[in-house]
């Protein structure tokens, strides 16, 4: 069937002599009928036999003097099947306000029988293309590609146009008999090339431009009229809160993981491909969450990240700095795939930096009052900005001092003690011999001239890494995972971030398929696959070192334990984007371990 000609009526004709007067056009709606055409199609000013109206769309301005307007309709929509054999156009009368068919067309015995089943839908997509020249050279053409497609054959030539344009980014790894970190790069990965800035000089990162990565982006979010102030690198966007709290953005993408024939496999595709899960969109705080005057939860630059806390409090927390916010939860299997399948390398250390993860612990070697300096005798790990704290008589504790900023470091000898003097701001205190000085945590915002690359500025195991608008997500701080729950030695998830809660093994926590390694304090080699759960990869079997494997550390216990990822600032070259601590009860707070906003909606 088909539509042969179509024809402008005179009242048409006449409305769109009024576009030389400057007068607009507006197109309200189509019309399809099964009447049958008697005298002349230009005289028509209705259908003959209406049986649906179909509002329009889309009006697309595709020319000077052409315009596309575009109609569907579903053979549901009708109450009786009917033949598809009348086409009507209509627009308002600038002037009169009136409803007018601007265009007709008229099928005839070609016209299609259209079946009202539910069981066989059928919907129809149709572009009309309108030129307006002057009075006498009005035509509405008919893209017959275009005209009449059904869902079906739109689905599919999406599919098709889609295998052509679409991307798809992989990496594999030998599952046994390989103890190597690296990933090898398949389908639209291959040549590609990924770098991270260590320090100031640019370097290539193919994925830059390349999606998802390419649209993940860190930007200010007020959470009180529940909007986005700005982008960074448009005017307004604030690092240090004044603009509301610096998210960073992880764009919706398809990834599948799946292991098969001896080898792991990771994809992440920029579109729908079948087998495919769909990552929706979420975002995640730049920073560790740390605390206002207020004792409000706040992802900016400029604070310290806060401690001491149990995996339901930071929950309470983060719960409290709007609607759809929560600490970081399993959304964290999804940030491992993109850096995994970005640098086809488990050793994140080696890839982006060391991270805040080397310190020390040096004593006091002289007794001071009132002071703002303690002599040590080195000051390895320490440098003017960096956080720290003093205990009594050892780390862990801040009984001198409590989370102050080096302000200077300088040579001390008096004859007989020869070190460093290490300056601090703050209140002046009382040093006494053995007095421990220690790194904590340190402030957020060491990365923020880094904007979104990856990599850090110092690599001195010192100073903060940042991957794609994510600071320190390893290092630094280690970071409590939720709706995720160890018992035993198997993990449970739930997808659910208002049902969210400790020890908890039943609905609606599902019990991922495999157990996790059991052989405690380890390097492990290979992650776990279930196919119902592809993204969770957590340890399952011992083999690596911090240079092979995958390359982080790995500890666990018996019994309802909880999770935290990625190491703190003194774990050295066990930390990393991989490194797992299951061993520790829903009770734990440390000095050592915080947390992570997450904007699930």
Known sequence: MGFEKVYITKKGSLLAAKTLQGKQIEFDHAEIGSGALNGDARDKTALTTKVLECPINNIKITGDTQ????????????????????????????????????????????????NNSVTELIEKNIDLTVLVDNASNVNITLDPNQVYVTEKELEAAIEEAREFVGKNYGIRRKITDNTSPAWERICDNIGLVANAQKGTDAVQNDFDSIYPWSDIKTYNYDTANKKVTAYIGEPGFAFDGSNGEVLTKIPEFWYKREVKDDYEYIYIADYARAGYKHSEEFSVGRYAIGLDAE????????????????????????????????????????????????????????????????????????????????????????????????????????????????????????????????????????????????????????????GMKSGCLVNDGGHSVIYRGIENIFGNMWQFIDGLNIKDYIAYICTDPTKYAVDTFADPYKEVGYTNLLTKDVYPNRMGYDENNPEVALPIEAGGSSGTGICDYYYNAEGNRIAVVGGSFDRGAKAGLFYWNLSNASSHSSWNCGARLLKYQ
């Open 67 to 114: 315009a596309q307007i575009s109609f569907s309709f579903k053979n549901i929509d009708a109450s009786n099947a009917f033949y598809f054999r009348e086409l009507g156009l209509f627009a308002i009368d600038p002037d009169t306000k009136e409803k007018v068919l601007y265009a007709y067309s008229n099928a005839g015995t070609t016209a299609e029988y259209i």
């Open 295 to 450: 004792r409000a939860a706040h992802s900016y630059s400029g604070l310290i990240p806060t401690y001491n806390k149990t995996i339901t409090a930071f929950r309470t927390l983060a719960k409290a700095v709007g609607d759809g916010f929560g600490q970081l939860d399993t959304r964290f299997f999804i940030l491992q795939m993109l850096y995994l399948v970005e640098y086809a390398h488990y050793n994140s250390q080696s890839k982006l930096g060391n991270g805040v993860t080397s310190w020390s612990n040096p004593k006091a070697l002289l007794a001071e009052s009132n002071v703002n300096r303690i002599i040590v005798s080195s000051s390895t790990n320490f440098y003017v900005g960096r956080t720290v704290s003093i205990g009594t008589a050892d780390a862990w504790n801040a009984g001198v001092a409590s989370e102050r900023t080096v302000t200077k470091i300088e040579d001390y000898s008096n004859g007989t003690v020869t070190g460093k003097a290490i300056y601090f701001d703050g209140a002046a205190v009382n040093i006494a011999v053995g007095n421990c000085l220690w790194g904590i945590g340190q402030k957020a915002g060491q990365c923020d001239e880094l």
